[in-house]
C-alpha cells in the first residue's frame, strides 16, 4: 500500500471520497413523494458514490480496498453526504456547479484508479479499464441497487469516453516517463474539460435525453421491455 | 486464515450459513405461479442468503472468501434450503420463528464480519461498516438477482440500523480489551433484541410497509417510477 | 500466476474470451428501436460476457483478476463483439451457429474455472460452484446492468446443470489423478453436449419460455410484480 500513498495523496483521496459522497446526497434528494429517503438512504447514497468506485477499482487490481483501510473514508462520504443533503435545494439551482463537480469526480476517479494499477505492474489498457470503471462504477452500483435503469448504459457514450480519454491521457504520459502527479492531473484536467465542453455545446445531450426518456416513464408508469434478442 | 478459524469456529459459521439457507427457501416458497421457483432455483437462494454475505466480507476485508476454502459451506447452505424448502408451509404459520431467526441471523453475520475485520487489523469503522454489509449483503444479492426491489433500501432503516449498533458493540468491547468470543456474542444478542423488538413494538413497521407496497405493486403490475432526479 | 497459465494455455483462454464476445455483440444487436445500443454499448456487453466470468472467477477464488494481467483480453473481447456486431444479422440466421457457440462458451468458462481453482488448491465443490459461476456470471451480470430478468433463474435449470454436470466431471477426473487438460477438455465436451442435446430433445424448452416470457411483457408493455413472500 505504500506506493499507492505515494500515488495518491489522502488528502485527493478524500477529496474525490466527499465530492462523490455530496454527489450521492444530491441524487438522493431527487427521490421525492413515496420512495423519499431517509437518513440511512442518503448516507448510504453518499457511501455508494463516493466509494463504490474505488471499491471496484481495488477488486479488479486484487489488492485489499484501500478506502476500507482507514476510518477517513467511511467518516468522509456519509458526513459529505448528508452535508450535501442540507445543501441539495441550494446547489440543484446552480446547475454549473453540479456539471462541473460530476466532471471533475469522475475526472479523479478515474486518474486515481488508472494511476493505482500501473503503479502496481497492471499494463495499459487494463488499467485504462480499470480507471474507466472506478469512475463509472459507483454510478453503476447506485443504480443497480435502487433498481433503476444503469445510467451509463442509456445516457449516452460520452461519459464513460469522457473518462476513458483522460484515463488514456495518464497511461500515455506515464509511458512517456511522465511522473505520476502531474500525469493525473493531467488525465484529470483532460476528463473534465471534455465532459463540461460536451455539456456546453450539448454533444449528444446525454443528460437531456435522460432525464426526457425518464419522465416519459413517469408519466406512464410502466418500463416497457426490449424486443427479446434472438438469441442467448 | 488461523486467526479467522480461531475467531470464528465452524460449526457457528456453518450454523448462521445453515440458517441463512433456511430464510432462502423461505423465501423462494413465496414466490407462486408463473414464476414458482424449481429445486435449483431454491438451491441459489439458500446459497445466496446462506453464503452471500460472507463472500462480501472476504472481498471487503480482501481475504480469499472463508466460504469457498472448504466442502462445508456449499454442502450446509444447499442442503439447509431444501430442508427449509420442505418445511416452509409449516414455518410460515410461525411467525415467532421467521421473526426470531431473522434476527438471529442478521446479528450473527454482523458479528462474524465485524469480528473477522478487527482481527485481520481493519480500523473500528471500516470493521463496522463491513459488518453491516455482511449482515445485510445476502439480502441485497438476492434482490438484485431476483429483479426485486432491494429491501434494504425500501424496508425502513431499522434493519441495517439493528445490524450496525451490535457490529458497534463488537468493536467497542473489543477496543476495550474483551476477547473476541464474548464481544460476538454480545453483539449477536444486540442486533437480535433491536430487531425482535422493533418488530414487537411495531417501530417503523418494517415487514408491513414492505409487504404492503409490493401487495400494491402487483395489483396494478407495474413499477412506477421515480421522479427524475435532476442531477447525476 | 504460473499454474495458471500452465493449465490453460492464453490461446484457450482468449479463445473462450472472444467467443464470449461474439456472444455479447449478438445479444446487444437484439435490442432495436429505442434501446437500440450504440457502439460502446455492444463493446461493453462483448467485455461483459467476454471477461465477466473470468473476473467472477478470480474474485472467488481470491486473486487478482487474470483478464487484467495482460492487454489481450480487453483487446481480444472488445475486437470480437465488434466483428460480431458486423456478422450478427449473418450469425442469427444460422441457429445452430448460436446454439453450439453457447454451449461451448458455457463449457469452456466452466472447465476452466473449475481447473483454476483445482490447481490453486480449492476442494472439489467450492471447485465446482466457481465453474458453474464462471459459467453463468457473465450472463447474470449482463442482465443485471441492462435491467433485464436474470436468465439463469428463469430460463430454466438446464442451462446451469449443464455447467454444473461438466465442472463435476472436471474435478472426479482430477481426483483420480487425471492431467487437467484432458480432464478440462472432456468438462467443455460434457457440458456442450448436454446443453446441445438439451436444445436438440427440447428439454425443459429454456429458450421457447424465455422468449415467450418476454413477447407476452412486451405486448402489455409492464413487469408484473411476483406475489409478496410471506417472510423476509
Redesign the interface.
Known amino acids: 500500500m505504500n506506493e499507492t500513498v505515494f500515488v495518491i495523496p489522502l488528502w485527493a483521496d478524500l477529496l474525490a471520497v466527499g465530492l462523490g459522497g455530496v454527489?450521492g446526497a444530491?441524487?438522493?434528494?431527487?427521490?421525492?413523494?413515496q420512495?423519499r429517503?431517509?437518513?440511512?438512504?442518503v448516507a448510504?447514497m453518499g457511501l455508494l458514490l463516493g466509494m463504490g468506485g474505488g471499491?471496484i477499482r481495488?477488486?479488479?487490481?486484487?489488492?485489499?480496498?484501500a478506502?476500507?483501510?482507514?476510518?477517513w473514508?467511511?467518516?468522509t462520504a456519509s458526513g459529505a453526504a448528508l452535508v450535501g443533503m442540507l445543501l441539495a435545494e441550494v446547489?440543484?439551482r446552480v446547475n454549473t456547479v453540479?456539471v462541473v463537480l460530476?466532471a471533475v469526480v469522475i475526472g479523479m476517479f478515474g486518474a486515481f484508479g488508472t494511476s493505482k494499477?500501473l503503479v502496481l505492474g497492471?499494463?495499459?489498457?487494463?488499467a485504462i479499464?480499470?480507471g474507466v470503471c472506478a469512475a463509472v462504477g459507483g454510478?453503476?452500483l447506485r443504480d443497480?441497487?435502487?433498481?433503476?435503469?444503469?445510467?451509463?448504459?442509456?445516457v449516452?457514450?460520452l461519459y464513460?469516453?469522457a473518462a476513458g480519454v483522460g484515463c488514456a491521457t495518464v497511461a500515455v504520459a506515464a509511458s512517456f516517463g511522465a511522473p505520476m502527479v502531474p500525469a493525473a492531473i493531467a488525465g484529470i484536467v483532460v476528463t473534465a474539460v471534455i465532459r463540461v465542453l460536451a455539456v456546453i455545446f450539448d454533444l449528444s445531450l446525454p443528460?437531456q435525453r435522460?432525464?426526457h426518456?425518464?419522465?416519459v416513464?413517469?408519466e406512464t408508469?410502466?418500463?416497457?421491455?426490449?424486443?427479446?434478442?434472438?438469441?442467448?
Chains 1, 2, 3 share one sequence.
Open positions: 454527489q444530491m441524487f438522493a434528494s431527487g427521490f421525492q413523494g420512495r429517503l431517509d437518513l440511512l438512504g448510504i471499491l481495488d477488486l479488479m487490481i486484487g489488492v485489499p480496498p478506502t476500507l483501510q482507514s476510518n473514508y467511511l467518516v446547489l440543484h453540479i460530476d494499477a497492471l499494463p495499459a489498457v487494463p479499464f480499470i454510478s453503476i443497480v441497487i435502487m433498481g433503476l435503469p444503469v445510467a451509463i448504459m442509456h449516452g457514450s464513460a469516453v443528460e435522460r432525464l426518456r425518464r419522465k416513464a413517469a408508469g410502466t418500463i416497457t421491455i426490449v424486443k427479446p434478442p434472438a438469441a442467448e
